[in-house]
């Protein structure tokens, strides 16, 4: 058996650096067993901790050595996403909103096909768990929309100046790039200079992420989730203008 704590409704999550290490078979593994629940939500995302396990699993609770992050002022807009952008902004039936159907967002990451994936982490519990969450104020959406239309978005949590990025999706092309971009546009608007993406991916790379070690990424988290939690989650189009070159 795994050397992890397993935990209940009442026991403390661990800290993160109690995670298992790079040789084990489940590197950032930090405990296992509880509910996900929005309080338990809190607590994790505080220790840079989150949930992903699939169907049939216990909870299983992360957090990965290095860490993948997007510090906002590093995105990279390619010039075909630049083009997209421009193109995106000035047509009429095209927006972004934010917040506006969290549900459906949250429930499209979960059904949209994935290539190299079978099946989601988003399971019911945890689909449910997110969704008490975002009426709470904590987890947000941003939604591509066109012509009355969700096209694209994506999800994660907001607690004071950190952004944790959950999952995306898209049903046109660039749909979720889109989405991606309204988020640095409005976390640059409002004090958020690193968005957590959790795992390494190609994707996510090219768009201007990288790896940062663990303890560089607590240290960010403290400083972060201590300052004022942002009061209005809206988006402007005006705010596109904090993407230019």
């Not at 209940?8 to 996900?36: M, N």
């Not at 995302?45 to 290095?66: A, E, H, M």
Request: charged share 20%; glycine share 10%.
């Amino acid at each position: 058996m795994l050397p992890i704590a397993w935990i209940d409704e009442d026991t403390p999550l661990p800290p993160a650096r109690h995670a298992l290490g790079p040789d084990s078979d489940a590197p950032g593994l930090v405990a296992a067993g509880g509910q996900v629940t929005p309080g338990r939500l809190e607590e994790a995302y505080r220790k840079g901790i989150f949930p992903w396990y699939g169907p049939g699993q216990p909870v299983l609770w992360w957090s990965p050595d290095p860490r993948m992050v997007l510090p906002t002022a590093e995105f990279r807009v390619s010039h075909s996403l630049r083009k997209t952008l421009r193109r995106f902004a000035r047509t009429p039936g095209h927006e972004i909103r934010v917040d506006h159907a969290f549900d459906r967002v949250i429930a499209a990451c979960a059904g949209t096909p994935r290539d190299g994936q079978d099946g989601t982490w988003i399971v019911p519990q945890v689909m449910n768990a997110y969704r008490e969450w975002h009426r709470l104020g904590r987890a947000h959406s941003f939604e591509t929309w066109i012509d009355g239309e969700l096209v694209g978005g994506l999800y994660g949590v907001g607690i004071g100046r950190m952004f944790f990025g959950e999952s995306m999706f898209a049903h046109r092309t660039d749909a979720s790039k889109l989405a991606l971009a309204a988020l640095v546009a409005f976390a640059r608007a409002n004090g958020i200079t690193l968005i957590d993406c959790q795992q390494n991916t190609r994707h996510l790379a090219s768009l201007g992420a990288h790896e940062i070690d663990r303890e560089a990424f607590e240290r960010h988290l403290a400083n972060a989730c201590a300052q004022e939690d942002i009061g209005r989650w809206t988006y402007d189009a005006s705010l596109w203008e904090r993407l230019a070159p």
